[in-house]
DNA sequence: GTAGGGTTAG
């Protein structure tokens, strides 16, 4: 039409109706189509209406949206005429490429120029500033608008709202909100936005009631912002907001649709999310995507790829999000072929020196792959590699156990100029622990304090676990008491940390610090609870927390099933233990090592090897404790080939090497069994240096068969290795009593004193009525020993006072004349309260039906000694264990 | 021309 319009001469009031045609159908294109803008521009050109400032303008917008902002630039130079919305036209240009700096520079020359910017212009520079970090210069803007009068100017509100939003002064945009009042659907978005930003969730959400109350109608952007809320807040509080949506009949457009997939994702509704994906047949590549993550979140893996292969099928393409989420499956499957079928695809998309998708490629090659080196590979591939990239990196160096290259190149990151962040230094910090690198953690700490990351809970984390790990308990307690709040992550760290050095009871404390901190004990904190009990026999405390586990529904996570198994199992209570593995659904490894223990432990052989059997039935891969646990049963079940037959099948059948503690425990079986040669074959054969341990194991065994060179060989080779155990001189001298003859063995004992070498006490502590008690046995001589007896000898007069020393057999008679001692440190530290327990030697163990040199027994029903790894079980009446 | 969705590191 205006070519043909063009071939005539038009005069007169033609020409104005013609620039509103013009105008007009600029506008129309410059939405829809950059050909047809362009074909119109010729005719224009002919009609001679070039200078035209309105009809520029509508071509300055399409050439910035469509040609790129230079292409715009160099039009915009040529221009004879141009206005604020011409400078605005292109500022705005510069600000959607992120051409920032430009777009201030620009808006320097405007002012220069003499042009006085308008609202779109300001709210253009303030986004800039934002995106810059220009405070300042957003401060002066905002005095400039105050001046022009633009102070209440809805445009002007919601870009300043925005402004300190992202400087994170919610708190500032909040005041400016309420100083201006009178918003509009924008601004009240905005200001929910900012409190959103800030991760003040319910604030947002009582703003949107606020909204709602004030009469303001809040639109599809309001809701997908409030969606965004309840993704972090809850199933509960996305079901409303969803349900006002319908209500208020916001359009389902693909940006809402996208955002109540992800919320529906992210409260494990991945049914309801595809639900409303599949209500209008609207998608793109962030819906597809929000899809595939939101399977991945759900540990749908097979969906996900799915999701992922539709999407192509569809002709909708891939982007660098799309690959991280894909490759973020793979890295959860810990599919390597999978991972490397998706590089393929992003080496094809022409993605691979994305930092997004390679710092998921890294991720995934780290979790996947037994190399580094491909991770390392991706890393050098990366155009920009950011902080998450050298994380990642340095996380998966320590992972596969370089902690020294994983310092390093901590150390050549900050060389790069890259700051690191929470993530990084906790990551690092985790990679100390695993080394024990003292020195390092120091440093790092030092680093923690002089940044502001001292006040991220998961460095503080990382630093007690460390100092925890490298058991310097107290300066882990340092750091918890410095932390503004704690999580049951610091708590599990602690107890875990605090049972692997063996004090058990001091990580049963824990429970009690965390009540106090009012934070709930979860799987994890439960867990470490549960084998912090099961190690100290603690049946009342454990009963306690397996009724708290039911209770609050965490018995339903394997570890606290499994935690419940291994607790009953080391108490002696295996029906409890097996009710607790068959209320398992999917029992792991963990759950039937628990067991097949548990059955070991109370001397039912032939039902541990069952289990074993069953194990195997239910496809669970045995791993190097399940054979631990095996060779021990049959060790103490005498069952010598079959122990041969399941170390043999190890390697050949379960593709499992054995370790040092498989050989001890086979020459263990090899020696009882009195097949003493081709014990010490194994030890000259096996493909480690025989420790002493193993020396001791068959000097025992040459004990018992009274095989005196043999057993004079291993001491000596024994001691070789260790000479300042008493284990050996011991050993040997009861093999020569034995054997009948005293004057070796008193001779051997005597060269045992010379050397200064004493029996180190034994210990074992028993529950008795809610409270654990150490007892301690061995000669007066020894320093901790002696100790004991000047404290009992101090109080002697108040515990001659209490009524069971009226019996004739006190405490001091029992221990005084045996040479012996074991003493209750409850009963020593408050006497008249609780009751005595009085010390009798060589009473027999109601499980293994052995003699113990000591026991305390008297008021209780049952007491539960633990001696190393033996559990003792010593009842007065009947056992309260059903089944025993 | 002011406000909206998806990813990856502890």
Not at 36 to 48: A, F, M, Q, R, T
Not at 540 to 558: D, I, N
Not at 594 to 618: K, T, Y
Not at 759 to 785: C, D, M, T, Y
């Amino acid at each position: 039409m205006l070519c043909k319009t063009g071939s005539r001469i038009i005069k007169g009031n033609e020409v104005t109706r013609l620039e509103e045609t013009c105008s007009r159908v600029l506008s129309f294109c410059n939405s829809n189509s950059l050909k047809e803008g362009i074909s119109v521009h010729c005719p224009i050109v002919k009609l001679g209406l070039q200078d035209h400032l309105y009809l520029n303008n509508n071509l300055l917008s399409l050439y910035g949206k469509c040609l790129g902002v230079d292409k715009a630039r160099h039009f915009f130079d040529e221009m004879p005429f141009k206005d604020v919305v011409s400078w605005s036209g292109i500022l705005s240009a510069y600000v959607k490429r992120g051409n920032h700096d430009c777009a201030l520079e620009f808006f320097d020359s405007m002012l220069i120029s003499g042009q006085r910017p308008n609202e779109f212009t300001l709210s253009s520079v303030l986004r800039s500033c934002s995106a810059l970090g220009e405070f300042q210069y957003g401060t002066c803007i905002q005095a400039y608008m105050i001046k022009q009068g633009f102070e209440q100017n809805p445009i002007l509100v919601s870009g300043l709202l925005d402004f300190y939003s992202k400087f994170n002064f919610t708190g500032e945009a909040y005041k400016l909100f309420i100083y201006v009042g009178n918003h509009d659907t924008v601004s009240w978005t905005t200001m929910i936005s900012s409190f959103v930003q800030a991760q003040r969730w319910s604030k947002a959400l009582l703003l949107y009631v606020d909204m709602v109350e004030a009469g303001v109608p809040p639109n599809e952007f309001t809701f997908v912002k409030l969606l965004g809320v309840c993704s972090v807040l809850g199933l509960k509080y996305g079901k409303l907001v969803h349900a006002h949506m319908l209500l208020r009949g916001v359009k389902l457009n693909v940006v809402v649709k996208t955002a109540l997939v992800d919320m529906y994702a992210r409260c494990q509704r991945m049914e309801d999310a595809i639900k409303v994906s599949n209500l209008t047949s609207e998608y793109d590549t962030l819906l597809c995507t929000a899809v595939i993550s939101g399977f991945a979140q759900n540990f749908m893996f097979r969906k996900a790829i799915a999701a992922f292969r539709e999407m192509r099928i569809s002709g909708i393409l891939p982007n660098n999000f799309t690959f991280s989420s894909i490759l973020n499956v793979s890295s959860l499957m810990l599919s390597l072929e999978l991972g490397e079928q998706i590089h393929s695809r992003v080496v094809v998309a022409g993605l691979e020196h994305d930092v997004n998708v390679g710092n998921a490629l890294i991720t995934m090659y780290v979790k996947c792959s037994d190399k580094i080196k491909d991770a390392l590979r991706v890393f050098r591939g990366i155009s920009l590699p950011n902080v998450i990239s050298w994380t990642s990196l340095i996380a998966g160096f320590a992972e596969h156990g370089f902690q020294q290259d994983s310092f390093h190149l901590f150390m050549e990151m900050r060389a790069a100029g890259v700051q690191p962040n929470s993530f990084t230094i906790s990551s690092i910090i985790g990679s100390f622990n695993a080394a024990k690198l003292l020195p390092q953690t120091l440093m790092l700490h030092g680093h923690v304090i002089k940044t502001n990351l001292y006040k991220d809970i998961a460095v503080q984390n990382a630093l007690t676990d460390v100092y925890a790990g490298l058991g310097m308990l107290d300066d882990a307690w340092q750091v918890v008491h410095m932390m503004s709040h704690r999580d049951a992550i610091t708590y599990t760290s602690l107890a875990s940390r605090i049972n692997q050095m063996g004090h058990h009871e001091l990580a049963l404390h824990i429970i009690t610090d965390m009540y106090n901190d009012d934070i709930k004990i979860d799987a994890f904190s439960m867990a470490s609870f549960l084998s912090a009990s099961a190690d100290l026999g603690t049946l009342v405390t454990g009963k306690q927390l397996h009724c708290h586990s039911m209770k609050s529904g965490l018995g339903r996570w394997v570890s606290v099933a499994n935690g419940l198994v291994d607790l009953y199992g080391k108490c002696g209570c295996i029906c409890d233990a097996q009710r607790a593995f068959g209320e398992i659904t999917v029992p792991d490894i963990f759950s039937w090592n628990g067991l097949i223990s548990g059955l070991a432990s109370i001397g039912s052989i032939s039902s541990a090897l069952s289990a074993f059997d069953d194990m195997r039935l239910a496809g669970v891969r045995p791993d190097s404790v399940t054979f631990l646990l095996l060779l021990s049963a049959c060790n103490n079940g005498k069952l010598v080939d079959l122990g041969l037959e399941y170390f043999q099948s190890m390697r050949e059948v379960h593709d499992i090497v054995p370790q040092l503690d498989h050989y001890v425990h086979l020459v263990d079986i090899l020696g009882r069994g009195g097949r003493l040669e081709e014990a010490m074959e194994v030890v000259q054969t096996m493909p480690f240096r025989a420790d002493a341990s193993i020396y001791k194991t068959l000097l025992r065994a040459c004990k018992a068969h009274r095989n005196i060179p043999l057993a004079e060989d291993m001491a000596r080779r024994g001691l070789e290795l260790d000479p300042s155990d008493p284990a050996f001189y011991i050993l040997l001298a009861n093999l020569y009593d034995d054997s009948g003859r005293h004057d070796f063995g008193e001779k051997t004992r005597k060269l045992m004193r010379e050397k200064q070498l004493r029996k180190n006490p034994s210990q074992s502590w028993v529950q008795i009525r809610n409270k654990v008690h150490l007892f301690v046995a061995g000669e007066r001589s020894h320093p901790q020993i002696n100790e004991i007896y000047e404290k009992i000898e101090s109080i002697d007069a108040e515990i001659k006072s209490h009524r069971y020393l009226y019996q004739g057999m006190g405490i001091g008679d029992s221990y005084y004349h045996s040479e012996k001692l074991a003493v209750a440190f409850g009963l020593l530290n408050t006497p008249s309260k609780i009751p005595i327990y009085i010390i009798k030697n060589n009473s027999i163990c109601r499980n293994c039906h052995n003699f113990i040199n000591f026991v305390t027994h008297l008021v209780d029903k049952e007491i539960i000694v633990r001696e190393g790894n033996r559990l003792h079980s010593f009842r007065k009446g009947e056992c309260s264990c059903r089944g025993c």
